[in-house]
């Protein structure tokens, strides 16, 4: 019977390094793409990949754009005709001036409101003819209890980043966000009745920064 010869120390101690090496680097790769896929912004996240896996890359001219777009969708969202359904409170403001609603409707659980103070009560299906009526969509409410998504007093940085926050803007996906520049509601704010400014900007130009500031990363103005 041959006796095998007894291995080089050399050899294994190098067999060692090489496989320590590769578990630090199988290690360090893992961690990595964890890190890379957390601090990914949710833009990045839901946008498609390319063959191979790869996403698309954003470049800093994409960021640029996309905080420019947003300082122009930050002016139509500050508006009274969307700032008044987005207050800090549970009472809707009214008015040019942004002032509290006569009577201080509450929002409710719902945020169509609450006993006889139902906002469907007096916001009709359509504008209510005459000078500083009651506005009127189908839709009419705030945001419900559970889910604010105020507006008042946030920053450009502080609602950049709660627009785009599913835990904080209704659940909304990228693909809802992006369709959201037409939700009835939103149109609303361009026909709000006689006696009211309209946003800053045409509905066409909100829509096309709303669209730019998403595609090109969702980037948050600095603070």
């Known amino acids: ?10 050899t294994s101690s190098l067999l060692k390094i090489g496989t320590g090496l590769s578990f630090l680097i199988f290690i360090t790769t893992a961690v990595t793409t964890v890190s890379s896929g957390e601090n990914a912004t949710a833009a990045d ?8 896996g790869a996403r698309p890359a954003r470049t800093a001219q994409d960021s640029t754009e996309s905080a420019q777009a947003f300082s ?3 002016k139509v969202l500050m508006s009274p005709r969307c700032l008044n359904c987005h207050p800090s409170g549970n009472v809707p403001l009214q008015g040019d001036d942004s002032h509290l609603h006569t009577m201080l409707p509450q929002r409710g659980v719902d945020g169509k ?7 469907g009560n007096c916001h009709q299906a359509t504008n209510t003819p005459g000078r500083h009526t ?5 839709e009419w409410h705030l945001p419900p209890a559970n889910m604010k998504m105020v507006f008042q007093g946030r920053t450009p940085n502080q609602l950049a980043k709660q627009l785009v926050d599913p835990k904080q803007n209704g659940r909304k996906s990228m693909k809802e966000l992006l369709a959201h520049a037409d939700d009835t509601l939103v149109l609303a704010g361009w026909h709000p009745g006689e006696g009211r400014t ?5 509905h066409a130009e909100f829509k096309k920064a709303w669209t730019t500031w998403l595609e090109k990363g969702a980037v948050a103005p600095k603070p």
Request: glycine share 8%; net charge positive.
């Open 45 to 52: 996240r839901e946008t498609p990949l390319r063959a191979g």
């Open 134 to 138: 009651p506005p009127g969509n189908p």
């Open 198 to 202: 309209l946003p800053p900007m045409s």
């Open 72 to 74: 122009k969708v930050y």
């Open 1 to 10: 019977m041959k006796s095998h010869p007894a291995p080089n120390t050399r």
């Open 113 to 119: 409101g609450v006993y006889a103070m139902k906002c």
